[in-house]
């Protein structure tokens, strides 16, 4: 591999997000809130795809706001731009370009048996286009333009590296050692959270219920009228105790109050002994008051500072363009494209 490309010869880590839904509590318990402490051990990249998000139709003011705010939350979660490189993919045009390049070796009968795909087509029957089809080629590229050595994800997206992975070894296959093949990375830690509504269902930006979910960006007063009416069991014993088969509503609960606060559920089962589900439910809204609490005031106040986000938008493109070209450059010309 080009050292040029990596000085310190840090690991390589990549991620994307769509903009087509505000980010959650459990976007963050669940995901984001490790991802400030990697960038000390991995050379991290983290964009906006935002050409992704297309696949399913957008309102353009709302996805150009969401991008931003996207942008401005990560930095608020921990994010260090210094540290890691933040950019929006659209501003990448070797994505589109190299996408287009793997289109042509991923095949029709590989992208029919995706499952996100089968879903979506359920859920958008009226606009199964081409891009909701290709989308995996597209992410196979923002993966492959990089080099990663690891794309975190979460369990709904391991077909997707996977068939990236396959793509890269067929093209490898057939030209040579061009793409390093990169592992999914299911972090350890971190806490699936649940829908407040429904907690046998992950916590989704786009839940149908508006209180099963937490946006990082509600209210105090919101996030507290949300847990006070968070769904608890129909058991009989009342009683705060971790048991996610049989009580998913309290269990789910607990795992958001061990999260906020660093408590065990040992703990949390001694601090609520004897006091049932009504002095729980409003703690855990309390803990995750004061969780998100200073992350949406650093958010609030980046959003208003628009040549701040501008000036990073703009620096993380110019590096991930940098790197981006060079492999775009290896595949056009492996492929047989003439140089410019
Ligand atoms: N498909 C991912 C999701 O919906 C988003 C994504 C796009 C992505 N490109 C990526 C994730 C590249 C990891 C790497 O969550």
């Not at 990596?6 to 984001?32: C, F, H, N, R, W």
């Not at 400030?36 to 706001?65: K, N």
């Not at 080099?147 to 793509?167: A, F, M």
Request: charged share 25%; proline share 5%.
């Amino acid at each position: 591999m080009d050292q040029t490309t990596k000085p310190e010869a840090k690991k390589v880590m990549l991620s994307g997000i769509q903009p087509s839904g505000d980010l959650t509590l459990g976007s963050y318990l669940g995901a984001i809130k490790n991802w400030s402490e990697r960038a000390e051990e991995f050379d991290c990249y983290y964009f906006m795809a935002d050409l992704h998000s297309i696949t399913v139709r957008q309102v353009p003011a709302d996805l150009r706001r969401r991008t931003i705010e996207q942008l401005a939350g990560y930095i608020a979660c921990g994010l260090d731009p210094e540290k890691n490189t933040l950019f929006i993919q659209s501003h990448v045009p070797a994505h589109a370009q190299l996408g287009w390049v793997l289109d042509c070796y991923t095949m029709f009968g590989e992208l029919s048996r995706m499952t996100q795909f089968k879903d979506k087509s359920r859920k958008n029957a009226e606009n199964i286009n081409a891009g909701l089809f290709t989308y995996p080629a597209l992410m196979a590229a923002d993966i492959l333009l990089y080099q990663p050595d690891y794309v975190p994800v979460g369990e709904d997206q391991k077909q997707h590296v996977e068939i990236c992975r396959d793509v890269a070894e067929r093209f490898n296959g057939i030209y040579g050692d061009v793409f390093k093949i990169p592992e999914p990375y299911i972090p350890k830690v971190g806490a699936r959270v649940m829908s407040l509504s429904t907690p046998t269902n992950k916590m989704s930006k786009s839940d149908t219920d508006p209180n099963g979910c937490v946006y990082m960006m509600d209210a105090p007063e919101v996030i507290a009228r949300k847990f006070k009416k968070a769904v608890t069991d129909s058991d009989t014993e009342r009683c705060v105790r971790y048991a996610p088969e049989e009580k998913p509503g309290v269990s789910n609960l607990m795992s958001i109050y061990a999260a906020c606060t660093g408590k065990d559920f040992a703990a949390i089962e001694a601090e609520f002994d004897g006091l049932g589900y009504g002095a729980f439910k409003p703690a855990v809204g309390d803990a995750v008051i004061e969780t998100l609490r200073p992350i949406r005031e650093e958010a609030q106040r980046l959003i208003k500072d628009k040549a701040y986000l501008e000036s990073v938008y703009r620096a993380g493109a110019e590096k991930a363009s940098y790197i981006a070209e060079k492999t775009l450059r290896k595949v056009y010309k492996k492929v047989g494209f003439v140089a410019r």
